[in-house]
């Protein structure tokens, strides 16, 4: 073969594996660009502290700084955050315009017939807040004293499951929508008798509203039913989303970082127990 026949065999050939690399390079390209991120709307409060705040322009909080961790090990979501009243989270979600609802929600029968919970973010730190002249410390204080609380919540749904379980030692429960601070109000003053509630939500609003009030957080040994976890919700048509956010959650436990963002935003180690990501 001459010279000239191999240069040319030589040249053909090197084209053609340029020719295959750049296919190879379109391909990936062409792959890449495939790739669809889906933005997922998380509806929350802005004026929620521990759980959803602002700390000067920056959204935060202990529901906030979790799914910004699950976030960024979910490429296929983009988690985009939008403030609403504490109200309008669930009905943002019963007409689509989100699809996750960040603001300390607990299970209660009627939300689980709608909607998706994920794997608990803590076990809540709740409170027994009276006037400092009957300063509640126990569960069996409770018991004939009157409380109040808005419908739907899962306080409801525990007074609810206590009263039907020991029909002689019942808790008055008068439902309305009187907002937290203004129910506080009303126990410094004698009006209820006491609220079982977030001790970090009612602390900060007894001190905003200059209201003096006793906070005992109770031994619920004995006393299971006032239990409770906190959840994200989620639009019942989300069901694949649920599963990737509890596979980040069981890390995110496994790992510490709810540990970690528990004692930095109640002040102690509120994280679920292993058991609960199940």
């Known amino acids: 073969?001459?010279?000239?026949?191999?240069?040319?065999?030589?040249?053909?050939?090197?084209?053609?594996?340029?020719?295959?690399?750049?296919?190879?390079?379109?391909?990936?390209?062409?792959?890449?660009?495939k790739t669809k991120v889906t933005t997922i709307t998380v509806a929350q409060t802005a004026d929620s502290k521990p759980y959803a705040y602002k700390d000067g322009d920056k959204l935060t909080g202990f529901d906030i700084e979790v799914l910004k961790a699950v976030d960024k090990k979910l490429p296929d979501y983009k988690f985009d955050?939008?403030?609403?009243?504490?109200?309008?989270?669930?009905?943002?979600?019963?007409?689509?315009?989100?699809?996750?609802?960040?603001n300390n929600f607990g299970k209660t029968p009627?939300?689980?017939?709608?909607?998706?919970?994920?794997?608990?973010?803590?076990?809540?730190?709740?409170?027994?807040?009276?006037?400092?002249?009957n300063n509640y410390t126990s569960i069996k204080d409770l018991i004939g004293k009157k409380t109040e609380i808005p419908a739907g919540t899962n306080y409801g749904a525990i007074f609810e499951a206590w009263n039907k379980k020991h029909p002689d030692q019942k808790i008055n429960v008068t439902y309305s929508e009187r907002p937290l601070a203004d129910r506080l109000a009303a126990v410094e003053s004698g009006q209820i008798d006491f609220l079982f509630a977030s001790k970090s939500a009612g602390e900060n609003l007894a001190k905003e509203h200059n209201v003096t009030v006793a906070s005992n957080i109770p031994d619920l040994t004995k006393y299971p039913t006032f239990k409770t976890y906190e959840y994200y919700i989620l639009d019942n048509s989300q069901a694949k989303l649920k599963k990737e956010i509890d596979k980040e959650l069981k890390v995110l436990s496994s790992n510490g970082t709810l540990k970690k963002l528990s004692e930095k935003f109640y002040g102690g180690d509120y994280a679920p127990a292993a058991d609960n990501f199940k």
């Not at 030589?10 to 660009?33: E, I």
């Not at 009627?110 to 002249?133: C, G, H, Q, W």
């Open 1 to 33: 073969m001459s010279f000239k026949k191999v240069a040319a065999v030589a040249t053909v050939g090197l084209l053609s594996v340029a020719f295959l690399a750049a296919c190879g390079k379109n391909d990936s390209k062409s792959d890449t660009s």
């Open 110 to 133: 009627e939300r689980e017939e709608k909607y998706l919970f994920t794997y608990p973010i803590s076990e809540n730190v709740n409170a027994i807040f009276s006037s400092k002249a």
């Open 81 to 102: 955050y939008k403030t609403v009243s504490d109200e309008a989270i669930l009905t943002d979600l019963d007409a689509g315009r989100s699809q996750i609802g960040a």
